[in-house]
C-alpha cells in the first residue's frame, strides 16, 4: 500500500493531491492545511472526481496521528505570495510554521521519508529535520532541481537536441546562491566546451535563459506550480521503486556540515551515497560559499520566536 501525507494545501499541495488521485499513485492520502476549511474542499472536490476514475484513493484529512504509517510525507505550507518581494522573504513565516508542524509531524511518529518544498529551501529541510528528528537521510529538499531542469531545458533548446541528452548540476541555495556546475555538463556525452549539433552554448546566456522562465511564470502567475508538482511525483517514484536516482536535492552534507543542494542517489531508504564529482577547483570553492550562505541563514533564525 502506498501511503503519501501532504502538509499545505496551496498551489502545490493541491496540485500534487489532484495528480495523484487522478493518476492513482497513492492508495491513502492524507491531506492537512492550516485551514480547516481548505482540506473540506480539496477532499470533497477530489472524491467528487474520483466518480469516474478506474482507480481509488482514500483520501483523509486535518488527522497528523494517521500519518504513522505513512511511506512519503511532503511539506508544502508556507506563503508563497511573499515571493513577490524576493526569493528568500518566506524565511520568518516559513521558519515559524515550521517549528509547529514539525512537532506535530514528531509527534506523529511518522518514520517515512520527508520531502520539504517549503522555501527557503535548505534552510527549511534542516529546522524540519531538527524538529522531526528523523534521520538526515529521511528528510530531503527539493533543493535545486527545479534548477537543473531549467538549465537542461536552456541547453536543449540551444543545441536543439532532447531535454534528456543533457546531464548535469546546479548545485548550492534554491532561488539563491546557485552554483551552475559546468565540468558536470554533459550533451550527448561531450563537454559544453565541444560544439553541440553544431551549436557553440554561451554559459552566461544559458545561466541567464534558466533564469528566466522562473521568472516568466512568478510575473504572470505569482507562483510557480507544475515543475515542482511534476518533480516531486519524479522523486516519489523513485522512492518507491528505490531507483537510486541522482538528482541534486537538499540534504545534509557532512563536508559542509550544513544542508545543501548537492546530488546524491535518491531510493527507498532516502538518501543514499553523495555523487562526489570531480569538480573545477572554482565550482568547489563557490560551493562553499553557497554553504556559508545557507549557515548563516540558518544561524539568523535563532533571533525568531513565536509562532504564526
Ligand atoms: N522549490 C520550488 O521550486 C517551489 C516551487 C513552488 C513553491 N515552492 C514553495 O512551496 C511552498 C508552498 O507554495 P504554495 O504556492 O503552495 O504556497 P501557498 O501560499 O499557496 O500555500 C501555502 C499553504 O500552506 C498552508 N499553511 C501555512 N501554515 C501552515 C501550517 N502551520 N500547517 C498547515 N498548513 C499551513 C496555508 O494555509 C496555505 O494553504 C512555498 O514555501 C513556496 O515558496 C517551492
Redesign the pocket.
Known sequence: MRKIGI???????RMLANQLVMNGKADELVL????DQ?AVAVQADLNDAQTVLDTYTKIIIQDYAVLADADILVT??????L?RQQPMA?LET?YR?AK??GQQIFKSDFSGILIN???P?EAITAVLQQAVGLPQKQVIG?GTV?ETARLHRAIAEGAQVATANVTGFVYGQ??GHQVFAWSTVHVNGQPLTAAINGHHLDQSQLKVKANLSNWYTLSGLG???S??TAWTLRIMTAIFADEQLALPVAIYQPQYATYISFPALIGRQGIGNLLLLNLYPLEREEIKSAAETIKHQIESLKNIKGE?
Open positions: 502538509i499545505g494545501l496551496g498551489h502545490v499541495g492537512i492545511d492550516k485551514n481548505l508544502a505550507f508556507g506563503k508563497s505570495e515571493l518566506e516559513s510554521q509547529q508542524v518544498l517549503t522555501n529551501n527539493i527545479i534554491h532561488d507562483y510557480n506550480v515543475a515542482v504564526s
